[in-house]
């Protein structure tokens, strides 16, 4: 995919962090990243999930294309993240998983505090025009404010927790069905039991088709659930020789990563944000542009399905 496919120059870009949001609840104030062009008003917002023991300073390959190209990007750090080092047997542990999505509502809640903590920034965000993105367990994070919920112990799924100032969402390596579960995950991890016939808001769901999770008894196939069994407005983006780092994602030499792929990389930053700007203004055509170059892209690097609400349901290559 070229970058022709994006048809604006990117902007010098602005972060500020640690924005310290009181969290008294929590035990750990909250501390964001807030990050946005120098220019332009009207700009939608992402909030931004990180994975198991990332922080607000990870996905900088994302974040800042996001910005670049006329997005404000809001990342809090969970409290799984590395730079907190809670122990093992912290109180909260158990309860992690409803901190985070916690924390995602709580960055929407103080966008008055956030705007205002960068310089500049004040007056310029379109509060009608918010999405959620996340990776891995930050994926399944966003999800929940898509509409996703846990299963209990009898299969019965828990607390709704939509946020309908959440109009669409970016979904990378999100964990497919509790059912499909290790022992060892089904014993310590009972959140990844995850229902999504209600998870009815627009998403793109990113899976690679080389991810071999060890939490899963499935294969690749397993991160593909979401797509499959959500029903609205969904697209798949099936990335070719992707790992569980989508080829690098989560920072630029980042040491996990063992799919290191730029080529890879650089289509995520275009193809999310492609699908981002359409999904929160449906007249902007990026989104149409970016699946017409990847179809014509010679290099197959991934493959796209899509498909609708309502009796139009289907799939199109």
Known sequence: MSSSTITQPPTTIVSARPVVLPAPDRGEDLQVR????????????VVFSHGFGQSMDAYAPLADHWAAHGFAVLQPTHLDSRTLAL??????????????VEDLKRVLDELDLLEASLPGLKGRLDRD?????????????ASTLLGARVLDADGVPGEDMTDPRVKAGVLLALPGRG?????????????????FD???????????DQDRSALSTRGPDWFTDPYLLSPGSKSLLTLSGAEHSLGGISGYGAAETTDESPERVTLLQHLTWAYLRTALDPRDTSWQAARSALEEDPRGLGKLQSKEPGPRSGMSG
Do not use: C, N, Y
């Open 34 to 45: 807030v990050s946005a062009p120098v220019t332009g008003d009207g700009l939608p917002v």
């Open 87 to 100: 122990p093992a047997d912290d109180p909260r542990t158990p309860r992690i998983w409803r901190f985070r």
């Open 129 to 141: 025009r918010v999405a959620v993105a996340g990776h891995s367990w930050g994926a399944q994070t």
């Open 179 to 195: 059912d499909d579960l290790t022992p060892f995950a089904a014993e310590h991890f009972s959140f990844m039991r995850p229902s």
């Open 198 to 208: 209600d998870m009815t808001a627009p998403a793109l769901i990113v899976a690679g």
